[in-house]
């Protein structure tokens, strides 16, 4: 016993054990992506920035005005303004602010929407939402449904 | 004509050995470490205050924010009390899921874990092999809940979602690969000289000391007392599975790095046995629309990866709570430093921070 400790400490044989197990890691397949140039796969259920979206078969915007979601935001960052509509029937969506800057992406306004199955709000995939000033995290209707331009980054 | 003269040395509040915006006024002599002053409070958001202003949906998120290492057990605290408070039951399959996410949260903080304090410690290998099993975890998580780290993964009542398909089997596979992979840590460090060098008998809190300062988690284990919620106050549906609480014995860094390292195969054993019960079924309990507790005060904990994670919130019947406060295990186990680091060299109270695993996040709230 003692003789193999001894060995051990001279021949410093748990540092080859270590240097052997990050040999072996040389050649694992590498796992990183060099960002902007490749980009992950998300999961379906990722949460980027919310947005709104239109019902996909008759292209009417699905929001019912109901401010459910700007009332459970923690955040207090949507604002909505509706009116009656003229025929009496429901709310019309007159602007539907998100401030990007104030969202934690938390994903509850989500959960309350009516509109079921298809939620008028939806957590979407976009997340390169960059600016330079604040004034232009204060998304508006138009583009929370239709969605700002992505830039594509080439080398 | 020559004399010597103790110096105040200020460590952090930007230091990377400090794990976040931990300020230490060092009093040193020569290189040994004579008095420490821990100043905090850089990461103060006033999580509680603000959640006497939000309803007990809105909180959930805020929760994310204070350990954010280990997010899912601050969720899992939070809606826990919450339901405790209201009576609510939870579907089992939503709580075997909460179990098995919780537990693989724990592997995941305890990686990170282990990266940094090799790192501080000068083994930086270590840290690159534990964030890429640490990576297949948050892509489990961001597959289940959407997100890499503020999860908001859990509801009061019981989850959001199922999870997706094909999870499980993802998860079998890190089960099944991950045993190995430790085997790589362990080679590089338990018998490494260095390593023991740097821990072996570096920052002794012993149980008497440990206890009087309320350490709770691997650092009170490390010391020998057995005590962890799982087991003493099982909460969930812990009481269902085997599981064994690692114990050290001599107090010191590498008996906490030991206690760790069992806790996250103990873990594994845990995630393992309840994909294998997964019961079938609903995964939302039956919960009001509005929350509104019972007037009442609850206290309730969970065992995070740091320690004992306490939630206490008083409800006047309203949908906001009264006053909510969180017991922080970071912050309680960060007084346990000045006592750790005293007539040590400075180098080790780098260790010391390393093995006491604080977020501090967690710590000023
Ligand atoms: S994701 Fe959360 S913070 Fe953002 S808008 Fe929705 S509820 Fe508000
Ligand atoms: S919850 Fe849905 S339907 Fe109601 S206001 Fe928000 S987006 Fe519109």
Known sequence: ?155 | MFRTEMMDINMGPQHPSTHGVLRLKLLLDGETVTDTDVLIGYLHRGVEKLCESKNYHMIEPYTDRLDYVAAMYENLGYVETVEKLMGITVPERAEYIRVITAELQRIASHLVWLGTHALDIGAMTVFFYCFREREILLDLFEAFCGARLTYNAYRIGGLPWDVPPGWTDRVRHFVKIFPGRQQEYDTLLTKNRIWLGRTKGVGILKAGDAIDFGVSGPCLRAAGVSYDVRKAHPYSVYDRFLFDIPTGENCDTYDRYLVRMEEMRQSLRIVQQALDGLPAGEVMGKVPKRIKPPVGEVYHTVEGPRGELGFYIVSQGEDKPYRMRFRSPSFVNLQALPHMVKGSLVADVVAVIGTLDIVLGDVDR
């Open chain 1, 1 to 155: 016993m003692k003789i193999q400790a001894f060995l051990q400490k001279v021949l410093l044989l748990e540092l080859w054990q270590g240097m052997w197990v990050t040999l072996k890691n040389q050649f694992r397949p590498h796992i990183t992506v060099e960002y902007p140039k490749e980009t992950v796969e998300f999961p379906p259920r990722f949460r980027g920035v919310p947005r709104l979206r239109k019902d996909p078969q008759t292209g009417e915007e699905l929001c019912v005005s109901c401010l459910l979601c700007e009332a459970i935001c923690p955040t207090e960052c949507i604002s909505i303004v509706s009116e009656k509509r003229p025929d009496g029937k429901g709310k019309q969506l007159i602007s539907f602010t998100i401030n990007y800057e104030r969202c934690c992406f938390c994903g509850l306004c989500v959960d309350p929407c009516p509109t079921k199955p298809i939620t008028a709000i939806y957590m979407s995939h976009d997340y390169e939402f960059a600016g330079f000033d604040r004034d232009s995290y204060v998304t508006a209707r138009e583009e929370l449904v239709d969605g700002k331009p992505v830039k594509i980054y080439t080398s």
